[in-house]
C-alpha cells in the first residue's frame, strides 16, 4: 500500500505568519499534489510536481509557494498566512494518469 | 478549463438500496475518469477507474461511461451503512502535464 504522510497534523498560526506543511511519499511516484478541501468546494489543486526540482501552478496557486526538494518530499508554504486560507490540506502522489494517494490531511487554522 | 459537476449533492438511502451518483465533465479530450470515497475525517481514496466507453463492474459497484454525453456515473448495489461516505469523481486528460479536476462531491448516507 503507498503511503504519504503528512506534517503537522493540525496547525494554529497567525495572520501575517509564516506557515509551511510537508509531504513525505515513498513510492517513487513522480507526481506529487497539493490540495485543499472546503465544504462545498471539495478538492481544489494548489500546487502540483511532476519530480524533484519541479513545480506547476494549480487552479489556485494565489497567496501559495511550493517546494520539490527530492522525489520524496513536497512542501507547501504560505509566506503571509490569512484567515481565509484556514482550510484542511491533503497532499498526494501518483503515477501519471494512475490513481492518487492521499496523506491524512493537515488542518490549518489561521487566527 | 474543465468544469466538473457532481449531483445530487446529497443523498439518503436505505440499507439495501441501489445508489446512483453523477459526474459530468466539459472537455471532450478527457480520458482518465475516477471515483474516490472519503469516510469522515479521512483521507479520499480511490474507488474505481475507467478509461473507455461502456461499463465496468466491481463487486457491487459499477461504473457507467458516455464520453459523447460528457457523463460518467457511480452506482452501488446493495447500499450498505459503511457505503456512507463523500463520493469524488476525477477527471483527467492525456498529454503533457496530467492534473486531474475533481467535482465538490456527494455526500451519501446508507441509514439501517
Known amino acids: 500500500e503507498a503511503a504519504v504522510t503528512q506534517s503537522p497534523r493540525n496547525k494554529v498560526a497567525v495572520t501575517g505568519g509564516k506557515v509551511t506543511l510537508s509531504c513525505n511519499q515513498t513510492?517513487?511516484?513522480?507526481?506529487m499534489y497539493w490540495y485543499r478541501q472546503d465544504t462545498g468546494h471539495g478538492l481544489r489543486l494548489i500546487h502540483y510536481?511532476?519530480?524533484?526540482?519541479?513545480?506547476e501552478k494549480g487552479d489556485i496557486p494565489d497567496g501559495y509557494k511550493a517546494s520539490r526538494p527530492s522525489q520524496e518530499n513536497f512542501s507547501l508554504i504560505l509566506e503571509l498566512a490569512t484567515p481565509s486560507q484556514t482550510s484542511v490540506y491533503f497532499c498526494?502522489?501518483?503515477?501519471?494518469?494512475?490513481?492518487?494517494?492521499f496523506g491524512p490531511g493537515t488542518r490549518l487554522t489561521v487566527l | 478549463q474543465q468544469n466538473v459537476q457532481q449531483s445530487p449533492e446529497s443523498l439518503i438511502v436505505p440499507e439495501g438500496a441501489r445508489t446512483s451518483l453523477n459526474c459530468t465533465f466539459s472537455?471532450?479530450?478527457?480520458?482518465y475518469f475516477w471515483w474516490y470515497r472519503q469516510h469522515s475525517g479521512k483521507a479520499p481514496k480511490a474507488l474505481m477507474?475507467?478509461?473507455?466507453?461502456g461499463e465496468k463492474e466491481e463487486g457491487r459497484f459499477t461504473i457507467h461511461l458516455n464520453k459523447a454525453s460528457l457523463h460518467f456515473s457511480l452506482h452501488i448495489r446493495d447500499s450498505q451503512p459503511s457505503d456512507s461516505a463523500l463520493y469524488l469523481c476525477?477527471?483527467?486528460?492525456?498529454?503533457?502535464?496530467?492534473?486531474?479536476?475533481f467535482g465538490k462531491g456527494t455526500s451519501l448516507v446508507v441509514h439501517p
Open positions: 510536481s511532476y519530480g524533484a526540482g519541479s513545480t
Open positions: 476525477a477527471v483527467g486528460a492525456s498529454g503533457g502535464n496530467y492534473k486531474p479536476t
Open positions: 513510492n517513487n511516484h513522480n507526481n
Open positions: 472537455d471532450s479530450a478527457s480520458q
Open positions: 477507474s475507467i478509461f473507455s466507453n
Open positions: 498526494a502522489s501518483g503515477d501519471q494518469t494512475d490513481e492518487q494517494y
